[in-house]
Each structure stands twice: as C-alpha cells, then as structure tokens.
C-alpha cells in the first residue's frame, strides 16, 4: 500500500464531516446554530459536503436584534443561494435576564437563555455549534459529544469519558447534546480552509480604513481591530504573526475573570 | 515533509501524561513560551490573576485556566494546546495526572498520535506513571518521549538520570511502549526543554521539542480496507454508504466484503460534493461510496476487502480500563459499541487485574475503577471482529451502561471465530497442513506459471499482477531471470541441457512457495513442453500455467532489450524465436494475447483468474484447472 501523508487541512475536514454523519445519524431532532460568522459558515460548507450538497437539518439564528446590518445581509444571501432551513430565533429581551451579570455577558446570556426555549419548544436532542477548543481555555476543556442538563447546564467536572472516534450520543430524555465538529480547528485552519474552499464571509472580516472585525458578535459588545487585511491571504498572514488572542474584542470576556466560565456552565455555547 | 499538494502536513498530536505533581503543566507553558507560541494577551491575562490573589507566577498557571483548578492546584481536564513551528503543528493534550479523573487522562489520550512522559527525578517512577504507561498501550499510543524532570531538585545528577531513565525503560519495554527519548529536564527554569541546559554538559541529547517533533505519527493504518458503516444517505434512487477509512483504499471497480453478512459486492462510484470525479479513497478520508447490486448495507457493518475479512464471532477476550463507579463482575451485561456497531454482551469471564505495582496479572473476582483488566466478553450476535494486533482502529470498543460509558478498551483474540464461519470459509475439520496456512493468510498458494517468448511481456505483466496482490492484502512473490539466475542458476548457462535445469530448479522453488501459502509467479520463456510439465508435477494442483502470447513479429519490434536483434545479427546463440525453438503450451489454463490488449488489461485478466483460483471456497480451487 502507497504511504500517504494527510495535509492538515484535508484530515480536519475528514474528522468534521464523520462528526457530523454520525450526529445525523445518532441524534433526532437535530439543529445547528449559524451566527453568519466565518466558523459556523464553514461549518455549514462542510456540512454540505457531508450530506452531498443538502443541509438535512434546521439552521437556526439566536437573534438578539443587535448583529450588524452586514451579517443579516449576508444571511439573507447565503440562506437563498444553499437553500437553508434558517429559522430566525428571537432571544427573550435584557430585563429578563440576571441583573448580578456584568453589562456585556447579561447579552450573551439572552443567546443562552434563547436557545434554552428553542430546545423546550422543539425538544432538540441535539444542537450542533461552531466552537473551537484554541478560542478560549474552558472550550478547550470541551467534548466533541457534550451532554447538558435539561437547563442547559455544563457539569465541566463530571464529563464523560470520550474514547477514539467511538462517540456517546445517549442522554437521558429532557437533556440534550451539543456536538462541536470544529473543536479542534483553530482559528487559522479556519482561514486557510476557507480561502482553499471558497467559502463566503461577511464582508466585515476585511479591513476597511485601517479595522476589520477578527470576531462577530453583536455591534454593542464587539470591537473591531486595527487591521490593513484586506483578503483572506492578508488574514492568514496577520493571524501567522500575532500573538493577541482572538476574542480580544469580545467585551464580555474580559469583565470578570470567571465571566466566560459562568456563561458555558449556564448553557452559553 | 510536505503533503503532496504542497499543504501543511496534519499535526501532531502528543498527550502530556505522568504523576500529578511531576510537573507537566510547568513543562508545557514552558513549551509554549520558550517556542514563541505563549499568547502575549493570555499572559498578562494570567500575571494579573495571580497579582491579585498575590500568588507569585508559575508556568502551570498558564493551563490552569479553569477557577476549579486553579482552587485545587490540579488539571481536572484535558485541554489542549497548539504549538505553531516551522514545519507542522503540534497539539499538546494536557491530560491530568490524578487518578480521580483518570476518565480525561484516557479521553486525551485516545486523540494521541505520541506521548510525553513526565517523571520527577527527585521523586522517581510512582503508580501513576506505570498506570498511565498502561493507559497509553491500551489506548494505542505506543511511541513516546520521557521528560525526566526537576533535575534542579537531585544537583542535575547524571547518575539519578541514569537510574530513573533505565528503571523507566525496562518498563516500558515490558508494556510494549517504545520510547526513543529520555530527556533530562528543569522545565521551572527551561534547561533541555526548547535549549540546551548549561547546567547538564553531561547530556548532548535532544531537547523536549526537538525529541516531540522527531517523533512520527502513530496513527498510519497500512492494511487493506477497514470502513465502519455510518449509514446510508439516499439521494435519489442512489444508496450512498458514508464511514471513514480506517485503512487501505477504496476504489471504483474493488470487489468489498459486507460484515457481518459476508456478502460480496463490487463498488460502482466513490461519491464526492463538490463532484470532483475521484474514483477512489484513501486512509483517513470521510468517504461515500456506492455499490453494484442489491446488497443490503446498513449501519454498524464493516466493510473490507474479501481477503483478510474481520473474524465472525460472539466471543471475545479483551483489556480494558473500567471507569465505572461499582465493580465489574461476571454475569454483568454491558452495551458495546465497536466501530459504529452497538451491540449486547455479557461478562462470562474476569481473567486477570494487571497489577499496577508489579505490571504482572492476577487473578480477580472483580474489576474496580481505573483498574486494567483482562475479560471474556459474548455478544447475542455475530460481530465482524478486529484484534489490537492487526486493525486496531476497529479492534476498540466502549463499555455502557445504561446511559453511561463504563469503560473502553481493545480486543486482543476472537475466541469463536472458526464455528461462526459461513459457507464461504473451510470447515475446521477438513483442514490439514497446508489449508491452515490458507487459512491464515486468507487464501491458497499457488504458482502461476507464465511462459512465452522473449518480450511477449511475462515479466511487466507479472510485475503489475504482484503489485496489485500485495495491495490487496495476499501473499505474493516474482520469480524470475532477474533473481534466479543470480543465484539458485548462476552455474547455468542457456544451452538446452542447462536451460532444462534452470526451469527444473524454478520448478521446485515455486512448488516449495506455493506449499508454503504464497503466490508464486513465475516469469520465464520456459520454452520446452516437458520442463513445464515437470514443474507442474512438483506443484501438483498449485500449479497453473498462462501461456503469454503474443506474435514473434510483434516480439521481435519491441525487442525491449536488443536481443533479437543481437540474434538476428549471430552475436547472440540459442535464442528463442529466432535460433531456438518454442514449444506452445497445448493446452493452457489462461491465454493473454499481449498483441491485442494493454498491460494493464493484461494485468486485470490475469488478476481476476489469480483471485478466483486462489479464493478458499471449497470446488472453485481446481475448477480452472484443465
């Protein structure tokens, strides 16, 4: 037999697609988040190619009202061009949400606590989500196979074992699993994935008068840096130098120290 | 080294492991920073931290990033850390050392290509060092590289170095770990860890890094086919069956074998979106694929080449690591998933705890957490079975119960396998000598014996025929002028008598490879009737002779090595086909007409008749022999 080295890019993409076959094939009901960001972006392209072109699931969009026009246009784009179940989910508005939360997690929370209602009201099984173990460090503690409490609770100490590619998908009823095909990219394979693959961004990722966005979320709590990457190859040469982290302009991160830890053990993606 | 689209290679992955307070977390954010890979924001994120509680700095802090841990001063769970260099990347798979949480030590390691071993020199070779080197074989991770750390604490004493590094290598070697590298180390302070130690001149060895990455991938699966079936995608009127290889290649037109049905089926398209018209994949590759007929395929089957299949059993004996919180006993009932197969079994037999002190077994009566133990394991059903010795990719399984997984391991024998074979495998009654090596390699010996003229093709056609048998998972050999003459003939000469003598050895040798399991392919003008008899009656029914055919004329134009022509011009005597005479065969069992087919055609032809008569269905062996 011939010896053949994997690239990188080529293995991700394998392991991704065999995650996601085995969620459609295991879990029911199933529904994938989409936040129009460039990782669930790719995430949906590479569940096109693990189902021959269709995305045989909902794809749902946690709406706090507050994404930059950018991002609703692009959805509106991609939603018609790939022919996607998108179904657009209003989260519960700021006054309902724990007023002891530092301003910028207290929008964060509303995400968790619409998707805590969607799981209710659709008694989803499973919901697939865009995350990346290299975003930040209780991610990287992450299953790829992750059960929650009917609360949407995240019990990090008592995670069950996850052996080879021989995966757990059995949760007691009213609890759900988030399944996590991307948990070992990182932010640059994302980049080069999507410049080999031709997968469109919102226009934001680029630099426009010396900023761009190196994270989308919503236009109150996200900060744009100072950029001059103007194409996909410019990212990728940006991101080979730097040594800042990538949720740097995420506001809610930096709050508290435990904020972001908070957020996951409270059902937040 | 560079894929051959020029991409970056895949990363390596390395599981950190070794006794909680060794120091693997202080290694690792010394890794990370001594590599230029320690995120500048991260790093003020974590000094600032450590201000405010007014905790002086250390490096661990820079994984204990969880309020949980960083209360109790211990990893709870894997994380994971990439280390971006030169040439590939690298992701460290911090795995607790706590036997507590030895459940995200296995889950971590069972990403692994690699570990790093991590052992305090002061305080040497502890429990958990040899459970988790148990840990790492059970898991598969077999290559890896020992940090003998704190080196600082024993006076950078070569002598403790010298203790540590060989009590630790007489271990490993005894668990089947082979580690290339024993490295000593003050990761607090950086010696050997990215640089050399000025502290140790003694050690002219590799750093930490440059061992890791020295290290090469324990994942390559060769082997023929292995796809564990996710399931079957319709589109259309098309069943496209989705699975990863797990080794080998698939490609249009291979004939597979259906497990556990052992049903035969030939693929007839290798799917891809985008299309991108490929018509095979390779080791790795998420692939979906269609194939020709009605055969049912459904989710949990295996797929492989028909030649060495997955065993049929019920019965198992396997090593595991039982995470459950009550002991395992005998009796219990357990779901089993293997591959993308769940499937029922009961525990009908503890056969032994390995003690983690001695490493030697013992007898037990019942399986506690985190022991290492070895089982009998029946199912209700027929399991398409790998072992850890030659598949090990679908040779593992996980333990459930009820809703929780309990345990994970690897099958080490099916223990039934012969009672549960089906119609297409020999009785084990009938079986005599020379059918248990059949057995064994999954198929007949056999010499093909191709004789023609000089250039008709014998030898390209036998080259492109062992090249494909061996792909395909057979056991197979060329002879040929090349290495007979060379040696076993190289007192002959190419006058009738000596050339009678020559094919007489040849004769003999490939009965003796035949008897022995192999394929034996012959390529020799042989032109004389009674010499190829000859050798047919040294192999007796093992023998089948292809005549290659092909018009002198068309011989005479390729003329590959100027022979003829020598011939023609007198400088070259006793040349058949144009001094020496040739002897067609009367009655051969396969004719190919080089003269009217390709090589590679030529090759097919050739192969479906090897495949057909080697095929350990009993009656099909001697049919194609006139």
Redesign the interface.
Known sequence: MQERSPSLLDELEARSIAILREAYFRVSPLMMLWSMGKDSTALLWLTRKAFFGAVPFPVVLLDTEMELPEVYDFRDELAAAWKLDVRNELCPPEASIDPSLPPATRAAARKTAGLRALIDRGKYRGVIVGIRRDEQATRAKERIFSPRAPDGAWDVKRQPAELWDVYHTDVPDGHHLRIHPLLHWTELDVWRYTQRENIPIVPLYLARDGKRYRSLGEKNITNPIASNAATIADIIAELESTTTSERAGRVMDHEAEDAFERLRTGGYM | ?N???G?????LRVVVVGHVDHGKSTLIGRLLHDTGN?????LQ?IRA?GERRSVPFEWSFVLD????ERDQAVT???????L?LPQ??L?LIDAPGHTEFL??M??GA??ADAALLVVDADAGVSEQTRRHALLLDL??VRSAVVAINKMDLVDYSEARFGQIRDELAGMLQRIGIAAQTFVPVAARDGDNVVRASVNMPWYAGSSVLDAITALESSL?A??SLRIAV??V?R?NLER?I???VAA??IAVGDEVLISPSRVRARVRSI????PDGRTEA?????V?FTLDGAAFVD?GDVISSPLGAPAPATEVRARLVW?GRAPLTSGDRLGL????RLAYVEVKTLERVIDIDSLAARDTESVHANDVAEVVLKSRDVLAIDTAGGHA?LA???L?DG???VG?GTVLAALDAPNAATNDLVPVGHLFDRDQRAWRNGHRGAVIWLTGLPAAGKSTLAMLAEQKLF?RGFQTYVLDGDNIRAGLGSDLGFAHADRSENIRRVGEVAALFADAGTIAIAAFISPYRADRDRARRAAGTAFHEVYVKADASVCEARDPKGHYRQARAGTLKDFTGITGDYEPPPHPDLVIDTSVISPPDAAAQLLEYIERVVRLEPGATRSANA
């Open positions: 080294m894929s051959p689209s991409e970056r290679p895949a990363q320690l995120n500048e924001h991260r994120e931290a990033a969880l309020q949980g709870i769970d894997t994380t994971r850390i990439w971006r590939r990347d992701v459940r995200n296995v889950t069972s990403e898991i598969g390559r060769p082997g996710q399931g995608l589109r496209i989705v699975g990863r080998g290649a799917e891809s979106w985008p390779h080791y790795g590759d998420a979906g989710r995470l998933r293997i591959g993308t990719g593992r399984f996980v459930i809703l929780d997984i994970g792909e």
